[in-house]
């Protein structure tokens, strides 16, 4: 063999070689690049911030890519029993309680896991309200209130300007479901004869009312729920009611509002398409606290869900580390570090 046939056969081995390695690296993975892992993003900050996480841990751990799509509850959560959208990660169970049973009795849609059990809403105050704040020059404004029901005797704290005669109660956003249970929750209660239900209009013109109120160090009473970045950020208390009783929640919403679990659900082809995926979202598991967190980082920093998702990433290692096997939280905290 003279020498141009050695140097010949030299390329041809180089040549078969990496042909050999592209084989067996997208032999490997070619299956999860085919498959695109699609969320569910029905149009709050919580559900886009787990969107974000999931997804990262998915594209970084697992090598899959992801997709959102974007649209109302009712619309994103056909999608998932149809098999449009594999994931959905914060389903609030009681509010499509009958379609959501539907599709998991008919095998359309699986409860992966609980996402967190911990979420609350009701009627919020300003917890220098009734502790006041020393640092501020505040004093307690309503050292006695504690629950839905010591409100009438402290109407006076949270006057309406609009009609000096009563207290204003800031309510729900309009066209929600919990807007009308709670206007009436509070005829029932006998509170609108001492308060004003009023409309706030949007969920950032309620927002906007707590942190107007909380940065001035005035009274405020009203609907809110967590988690959220306002309840991230400022330190308000959730009044107490009546002990939930779904016969007295049935007959007139006369106790506190039911708990709600919220859950992580799934396409049931995605179990078959992907089982290591539905695997680690069947692990995915946090809290309304580190959510609202979260969102507060979010901002308080004006950040992106990505660069919130890669703060929770490293913030809380110690929890994502557990909803994954070892070579897969390597392989995310390899792409935290660089």
């Known amino acids: 063999m ?27 993975t070619s299956e999860d690049a085919e498959k695109t892992i699609v969320f569910a993003d029905p149009g709050w900050d919580s559900v886009a911030f787990h969107n974000e996480v999931a997804s990262y841990i998915i594209q970084h751990g697992y090598g899959y890519g992801t997709e959102v799509e974007i649209g109302s509850t009712p619309i994103t959560f056909t999608a998932l029993r149809n098999g449009s959208v594999d994931v959905l990660m914060e389903a609030w169970t009681d509010n499509i309680k009958e379609s959501y049973e539907e599709a998991i009795a008919k095998g359309e849609v699986i409860e992966a896991s609980i996402n967190f ?44 300007r609009e009609d000096p005669s009563k207290g ?28 004003n239900y009023f409309s706030p209009g949007s969920d950032a013109a ?9 940065e001035r160090g005035e009274a405020w009473v009203g609907y809110y729920w967590e988690p959220t970045w306002v309840i ?16 007295k929640w049935l007959d007139g919403y006369g106790t506190e509002l039911p708990p709600v679990d919220v859950t992580i659900a799934i396409g049931s082809s995605l179990q078959e398409d992907a089982p290591e995926i539905a695997a680690f979202l069947q692990n995915y598991s946090t809290s309304s606290g580190i959510t609202s967190e979260a969102l507060a980082y979010m901002q308080e920093n004006d ?36």
């Open 303 to 338: 950040g992106t869900t990505e660069e919130t998702a890669i703060w929770f990433l490293n913030e809380y290692q110690q929890l994502w580390t557990t909803w994954v096997p070892e070579e897969v939280a390597d392989l995310v905290k390899e792409s935290l570090n660089k």
């Open 117 to 160: 059990d911990d979420s609350a809403q009701g009627f919020y105050v300003p917890t220098y309200v009734i502790k006041g704040d020393p640092e501020r020059g505040i004093e307690p404004m309503a050292p006695d209130l504690r629950t839905v029901q010591d409100l009438p005797k402290y109407w006076e704290v949270f006057k309406d």
């Open 168 to 195: 204003r109660l800031y309510g729900a956003i309009p066209g929600w479901e919990i807007d009308g249970i709670l206007q009436e929750k509070v005829k029932n209660s006998g509170l609108n004869e001492t308060y």
């Open 2 to 28: 003279n020498f141009l046939m050695k140097k010949s056969y030299k390329k041809v081995g180089v040549v078969l070689l990496s042909v050999l390695l592209f084989v067996l690296i997208t032999g490997c």
């Open 232 to 247: 991230g950020q400022y330190d308000m208390t959730l009044l107490g009611d009546i002990p939930y009783d779904e016969e």
């Open 206 to 214: 309620l927002a906007s009312s707590i942190v107007g109120a909380y």
